[in-house]
């Protein structure tokens, strides 16, 4: 059964870096999220795209996150310049458009 | 405020024993509903939706309007249903989920 993945499963990153979390959907999906956890926290919508566009997006998607589908199957979240507060579990999820979503396996991600 | 409200952090049963993990919910229009189950070390997956009206594991969830509720039910308990579960809501024009923060169901032999 098809599933989505996510690359790298844990990231420890320095405050202040780059970090571009890597997703890569069921192939024949056309709608992708990524969500988040923070620990003891609940999960946490950031961002919808379809089309090649942001359909929808949270107020914690802020100008230091951003999305992008740089090639057929990739689909990645970059957060420009990482806080203590980005920690959290990182997760993508697509869908065929049916509001059912098959969530990958999640990135944990550490600022430091 | 969109809300969705899982009252009980851990619950915990023996084998066979009856279970509802409940779910509250907050919205203004009319919301669909799922319950995700996460097992150990395993993605989060859709357990069920309220417009399926379908039995999953043994498991089903009734919409109740009145009460705004979807508490999630099962007559006999497993040990393989020791799982995170979340409630969860999608409104009428977006795809984006709403959840819960999650009851931790312990189920013991």
């Known amino acids: 059964e098809p599933e989505v993945t996510q690359t790298p499963s844990h990231q420890v990153t320095q405050m202040g870096q780059e970090v571009i979390l890597r997703c890569v959907p069921i192939?024949?999906?056309?709608?992708f999220y990524w969500y988040r956890q923070i620990l003891g926290q609940k999960v946490e919508f950031l961002v919808s795209?379809?089309?090649?566009?942001?359909?929808?997006k949270s107020e914690i998607f802020d100008d230091q996150f951003s999305v992008e589908r740089p090639d057929g199957s990739n689909f990645t979240l970059k957060i420009r310049s990482t806080k203590l507060e980005d920690s959290a579990m990182y997760f993508c999820?697509?869908?065929?458009?049916?509001?059912?979503?098959?969530f990958g396996p999640g990135t944990r991600l550490l600022v430091l | 405020a969109q809300r969705v409200t899982q009252p009980e952090k851990l619950l915990s049963v023996f084998k066979g024993a009856p279970v509802e993990l409940k779910c509250n919910y907050s919205y203004s229009g009319s919301p669909e509903l799922f319950w995700y189950v996460q097992y150990s070390r395993q993605r989060l997956q859709l357990l069920l939706r309220h417009i399926s009206r379908e039995s999953i594991k043994g498991f089903t969830a009734d919409l109740n309007k009145g009460e705004t509720s979807f508490h999630l039910k099962k007559p006999f308990a497993q040990e393989e249903d020791s799982a995170m579960y979340y409630c969860?809501?999608?409104?009428?024009?977006?795809?984006?989920?709403?959840f819960g923060t999650g009851t931790r169901l312990q189920v013991f032999p």
């Open positions: 969860a809501l999608s409104g009428y024009n977006t795809d984006k989920l709403i």
């Open positions: 999820a697509s869908s065929t458009g049916g509001k059912t979503q098959y």
């Open positions: 795209f379809y089309n090649n566009e942001i359909s929808e």
């Open positions: 192939s024949n999906h056309l709608y």
